[in-house]
């Protein structure tokens, strides 16, 4: 099974859909992010099941446990691999969201969507931290959001390659890293500022490797993503 996310971040279904039906021989991930889920949330997972195709629900659910609990069960079906939250919502609501999507499963009769956290967004500057309340500099606060995280029962967290190194040297080969950012050597890097090849994630510790416009974008899209996965599985033991 392969471990290449590809993100649908087109604001048309139409593309989204072009994108899977080129992509799905692959067998790779499709990342539905906050655009497609409130724009054509039912369309786009009506789309995935009908072809089949294992999907990335980046929901990054971030409220009151009941509320979370709820909002799991609501996107738990057989197609369902990965979920997010957001790991500062805290120890509480990051378990309800694993047990509701555990007990949703059970119900479905199906296998229950990995639940991983969002510890600090990139876009979260050091000097922002403060004005949030939040102690310390950026690394040390990643490393507290993912050990809460561990701690409730996710299964890993997104974050760059960068820190993925670090992530299993503290929590292990078991805590499971998904990193964006990745950008094939030679390509444009667009608005990403830290950016790693796929074959450089591998070798970091990536489990999943989040890839968006480098193959969305790409005059062939099925060509980029090949190429892609040949790097991955060049460096994959
Ligand atoms: O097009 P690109 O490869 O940059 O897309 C990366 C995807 O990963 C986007 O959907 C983006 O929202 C997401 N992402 C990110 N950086 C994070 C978390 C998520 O780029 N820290």
Redesign the pocket.
């Known amino acids: 099974m392969s471990r290449l996310i590809v993100?649908l971040?087109v604001p048309q279904p139409e593309r989204a859909e072009a994108l899977i039906d080129a992509l799905y021989e692959l067998d790779p991930i499709f990342?539905i992010?906050l655009e497609a889920l409130f724009g054509y949330g039912e369309r786009i997972l009506a789309a995935c099941a009908a072809r089949d195709v294992r999907t990335f629900l980046?929901a990054k659910l971030h409220d009151i446990p009941r509320t979370v609990a709820a909002a799991m069960r609501a996107l738990v079906r057989p197609n369902a691999h990965i979920v997010t939250v957001h790991a500062q919502g805290g120890h509480e609501m990051m378990r309800a969201a694993v047990e509701a999507a555990q007990a949703r499963a059970a119900e479905l009769g199906t296998t229950a969507p990995l639940v991983f956290a969002?510890t600090l967004?990139?876009s979260i500057a050091p000097e922002d931290l403060n004005e949030l309340g939040l102690r310390g500099g950026t690394g040390e606060n990643v490393t507290r959001l993912a050990a809460l995280a561990r701690d409730a029962g996710c299964a890993g967290v997104?974050c760059?390659a960068h820190e993925a190194r670090d992530l299993k040297h503290f929590f292990g080969e078991d805590f499971l890293a998904l990193t964006?950012?990745?950008?094939p050597r030679g390509e444009a890097h667009?608005?990403?500022k830290r950016v790693t090849t796929p074959a450089d994630a591998v070798a970091a510790g990536a489990d999943y490797l989040?890839?968006?416009?480098?193959i969305?974008e790409a005059p062939d899209p099925l060509a980029a993503a090949r190429a892609i996965l040949d790097e991955m599985r060049g460096v994959a033991v």
């Open positions: 993100a971040d990342k992010g980046d969002v967004l990139t997104v760059s964006p950012g990745i950008r667009g608005d990403q989040v890839v968006g416009r480098p969305t």
